[in-house]
Nanobody, 123 residues
């Protein structure tokens, strides 16, 4: 059974940093893509960053230069380092996975989802 557990969310002031973790189990980690998505109240879920099984990465324009996605295959964990946080980054952040290389970093291209972790950035 695929399981994804996010952690690392919290409350931070604008300009601060957080590191989210997505611990995965139940599948061959290195064969799967992992994505980080977020959903703010009243808004659609959006792709933030994805890392594919071939190591290629994607970042939404809104987070380029501020967020970094990385993968530790030994720990079956994907991280999202978030720097220079802004109030508009406030959302519930979810990790998700799909086997191989998805067509795009969009929700419809992914399957299993974690429960989410809240990130709140105060101004």
């Amino acid at each position: 059974e695929v399981q994804l557990v996010e952690s690392g969310g919290g409350l931070v002031q604008a300009g601060g940093s957080l590191r989210l973790s997505c611990a995965a189990s139940g599948f061959t980690f290195e064969d799967y893509a992992i994505g980080w998505f977020r959903q703010a109240p009243g808004k659609e879920r959006e792709g933030v960053s994805c890392i594919n099984s071939d190591g290629s990465t994607y970042y939404a324009d809104s987070v380029k230069g501020r967020f970094t996605i990385s993968s530790d295959n030994a720990k079956n964990t994907v991280y999202l380092q978030m720097n220079s946080l802004k109030p508009e980054d406030t959302a519930v952040y979810y990790c998700t996975t799909v086997e191989g290389v998805p067509v795009a970093c969009t929700a419809v291209d992914f399957g299993s989802w974690g429960q989410g972790t809240q990130v709140t950035v105060s101004s």
